[in-house]
């Protein structure tokens, strides 16, 4: 037996799946332990949001600056820094409350000289997650999409940017396109959504759940054949209409990010599309 719901709530069904994903994000960030340490070193490397010292015993640490990081306005290479910090979402990558840089004199100067040097040889696998760290939080991404579409069954593959933060240092826009095929319909869409990443654990962590809203234009055109008796009728329709899109998922680190989305008020866009994605 079908189900068939009226047109202002087509898509409302989906909404439960959307806020079980957030709900499981949540749950999952309630698990973090709230280790807190403190460390000195010097530092080899420096950003807006991140930064690697060199420990006394030659290891490395990489530290992710959140929205409460207490911290100078410059974190000078070759510095003597004391960091007081949390566990991370990850091995390997502490979140840092403080950050307290010695002043200068001769040990200083001395370090300068050898932090450049020990910036070479910083183990790769940190290497690597600085730079994720720093491709995440740029104010300006592309990205392309793809995946599935339900009531009508679609394939659907398309391109995305990304802006932000504005207003809040959570909230982004995110127009996209998306051009989607089946049997007998093609979608062309174009989305205007925002989306607002829930602060339930580090900003520059592994992963984060988000959800989002914004209008939907959709163009459809479907195309049916026919065969009655001996002959063959072929006709087609095509119509657009605009409609409200409701979204939640998770983003990750390394670019990717999963998401399911809804549209309401919309007769021709499908009731529920699965999206999967990557942002360079």
């Known amino acids: 037996m079908t189900i068939q719901f009226p047109r202002s709530f087509r898509g409302l069904p989906a909404l439960g799946m959307l806020a079980a994903l957030i709900s499981t994000s949540s749950a999952l960030a309630q698990d973090r332990t709230d280790d807190v340490t403190t460390m000195t070193g010097t530092v080899t490397s420096a950003s807006r949001n991140t930064m690697v010292i060199r420990t006394g015993n030659n290891a490395y640490q990489l530290f992710v600056f959140d929205r409460d990081t207490i911290k100078p306005a410059t974190v000078p290479v070759g510095s003597q820094a004391r960091v007081v910090s949390s566990a991370g979402d990850e091995p390997g990558v502490r979140i840092a409350r403080s950050v307290t840089v010695g002043g200068e004199g001769s040990a200083s100067r001395d370090t300068s000289t050898s932090a450049a040097a020990d910036s070479t040889v910083v183990p790769q696998e940190v290497r690597r997650m600085e730079r994720n760290i720093e491709r995440e939080a740029r104010r300006f991404q592309l990205g392309i999409r793809g995946g599935v579409a339900l009531d009508p069954e679609l394939v659907l593959i398309g391109l995305q940017s990304q802006v932000g933060p504005f207003f809040s240092p959570d909230l982004y826009f995110r127009p996209n396109v998306e051009f989607a095929y089946g ?52 006709f087609g329709d095509f119509h657009s209409d605009a409609g409200l899109n409701i979204l939640g998922g998770m983003r990750f680190r390394s670019g990717t990010f999963v998401e399911l989305k809804t549209s309401v008020y919309s007769e021709p866009a499908p009731t529920l599309r699965l999206i999967f994605g990557y942002n360079f």
């Open 183 to 234: 049997e007998v319909t093609a979608l062309f869409g174009l989305n205007l959504e925002a989306i607002y990443r829930l602060p339930i654990n580090s900003r520059r962590g592994r992963w984060a759940a988000y959800f989002g809203a914004g209008p939907g234009f959709n163009f459809i055109h479907q195309s049916f054949e026919r065969q009655t008796g001996q002959s063959r009728i072929d």
